[in-house]
């Protein structure tokens, strides 16, 4: 779709769960003009189950970098 389209910006969603563990990635390709059909930005996101709880990572393609979240990071406040 972000390869195909002609308005821009167009933004497209894919989810996969892993066979086993169930966990949840989450991959976004992005692309804001049609310059960036090409080379859309791609964003990737893993919520992974360990026995403490959920961990997120978000990784960074651009800068070869990845972000892990803790549980307690992911854990709502009740507040809003």
């Known amino acids: 779709m972000v390869l195909k389209s002609s308005r821009y910006p167009v933004s497209q969603t ?3 769960r892993t066979r086993l ?3 949840l990635f989450k991959v976004n390709l ?3 003009k049609r ?3 090409e080379k859309p930005l791609i ?3 893993g919520i992974y189950n360990r026995p ?6 978000a990784l960074t393609l651009e800068k070869n970098m990845t972000t892990i979240y803790p549980p ?5 406040t009740g507040s809003g």
């Open 14 to 16: 894919y989810y996969c």
């Open 21 to 23: 563990k169930k966990n």
């Open 30 to 32: 992005y692309a804001s």
């Open 35 to 37: 310059s960036d059909r």
């Open 43 to 45: 964003g990737i996101c």
């Open 52 to 57: 403490e709880g959920n961990y997120l990572a």
């Open 72 to 76: 307690h990071f992911l854990k709502d």
